[in-house]
């Protein structure tokens, strides 16, 4: 039913290995902000945990949408040295509570009627389940649960991606916070993975539909196609979520690049270059800056995607109609 087609993915490579990843990329205040490292380590704990689906979270004033949005709330909370990271803070407070601090902080006029920041039940739930399962298990220290890793994502059951799975926000079978979380941590200097050969490509819907699109996977089956141009609801992403990880262990591979850091070309190029009206069709990326312009070294504005010459959806209908797929999940 879907398969990935390696040599477009080895055209895919060679295009991406013609750039550098910008430092002032790992420069941004998030990564950088000086503070206690056990309260930066649980700010993106916590911000990672609850970074899903995040269609309508936006600060329009602010030109902040999605993550960007996240971040530079979390960003402020930490410079303010914010209860809200203390040990036990959200342990001890009802859902109500924390609701009410919350919507403030996703809110452009801080009118908690106008909080973009949806589904805060599901949200404050896996927050609360992060504290305690740190009180529970370490002591309320993520200082604590880090060095039992062993810096390793599989370490006979104490790896990151072993501990972490057991958290309802982090139970993704193909890892995604996870694999993200950790490549927060290393950006930020916290954590060396000793185990990169068992890094498992982080894979959101924006990746997703870039893959697609650029013909690197292949839906064969018509039935899927028509869902997934139809934007229907499915019962699974497994297939295509699948395959698209296989995809992008042969673009790193042929690339150069590490598998975290395809995460820094393909999301940005995604939300930005090819998302509801792809730059190809109007000319202009969708997020003005461009979000990849940010990460590599292309004009801010700039009028061709960097995919041009090898994508399959850059000419051809059938590929240019691809959507990722719908389905109702909190994996990312």
């Given at each position: 039913?879907?398969?990935?087609?390696?040599?477009?993915?080895?055209?895919?490579?060679?295009?991406?290995?013609?750039?550098?990843?910008?430092?002032?990329?790992?420069n941004r205040s998030f990564i950088t902000v000086r503070t206690n490292k056990e309260r930066k380590l649980r700010a993106y704990f916590y911000v990672?945990?609850?970074?899903?689906?995040?269609?309508n979270l936006a600060n329009k004033d602010r030109n902040l949408y999605g993550w960007d949005y996240l971040e530079e709330v979390f960003y402020e909370l930490l410079k303010e040295e914010s209860e809200f990271?203390?040990?036990?803070?959200?342990?001890?407070?009802?859902?109500?509570?924390?609701?009410?601090?919350?919507?403030?902080?996703?809110?452009?006029?801080?009118?908690?009627?106008?909080?973009?920041?949806?589904?805060?039940?599901?949200?404050?739930?896996?927050?609360?389940?992060?504290?305690?399962?740190?009180?529970?298990?370490?002591?309320?220290?993520?200082?604590?649960?880090?060095?039992?890793t062993g810096y390793k994502l599989i370490n006979s059951g104490k790896g990151f991606y072993e501990i972490l799975s057991k958290l309802e926000s982090f139970s993704d079978p193909y890892k995604k916070k996870i694999s993200f979380l950790v490549k927060l941590l290393e950006d930020a200097d916290l954590i060396k993975i000793n185990d990169p050969e068992n890094y498992i490509p982080i894979m959101d819907y924006h990746m997703q539909r870039v893959l697609l699109r650029l013909g690197c996977v292949d839906v064969n089956d018509k039935?899927?196609?028509?869902?997934?141009?139809?934007?229907?609801?499915?019962?699974?992403?497994?297939?295509?979520?699948?395959?698209?990880?296989?995809?992008?262990?042969?673009?790193?591979?042929k690339s150069g690049y590490s598998i975290a850091s395809m995460n820094?070309?393909?999301?940005?190029?995604?939300?930005?270059?090819?998302?509801?009206?792809?730059?190809?069709?109007?000319?202009?990326?969708?997020?003005?800056?461009?979000?990849?312009?940010?990460?590599?070294?292309?004009?801010?504005?700039?009028?061709?995607c960097i995919f041009d010459s090898i994508c399959k959806g850059r000419n051809d209908e059938h590929y240019r109609r691809?959507?990722?797929?719908?389905?109702?999940?909190?994996?990312?």
């Open positions: 039913m879907v398969s990935v087609n390696e040599q477009q993915c080895i055209r895919t490579a060679e295009i991406i290995s013609a750039f550098k990843i910008k430092k002032e990329f790992y990672v945990a609850i970074c899903h689906q995040t269609y990271f203390n040990r036990g803070f959200l342990v001890s407070r009802s859902t109500k509570e924390i609701e009410s601090f919350i919507r403030p902080l996703f809110s452009a006029d801080r009118n908690t009627a106008n909080c973009t920041l949806d589904n805060l039940d599901e949200r404050i739930k896996f927050l609360k389940e992060i504290d305690l399962f740190l009180e529970e298990k370490y002591s309320g220290n993520i200082l604590t649960l880090t060095g039992k039935d899927l196609y028509e869902d997934l141009i139809n934007k229907k609801e499915l019962s699974s992403d497994e297939l295509i979520r699948n395959e698209c990880i296989n995809a992008i262990k042969i673009i790193a591979d820094d070309f393909f999301w940005p190029h995604g939300r930005s270059c090819c998302n509801s009206v792809p730059l190809c069709v109007s000319g202009k990326c969708e997020k003005q800056p461009c979000s990849l312009s940010f990460a590599i070294d292309i004009e801010p504005y700039h009028k061709y691809l959507w990722q797929p719908v389905v109702n999940t909190h994996y990312y």
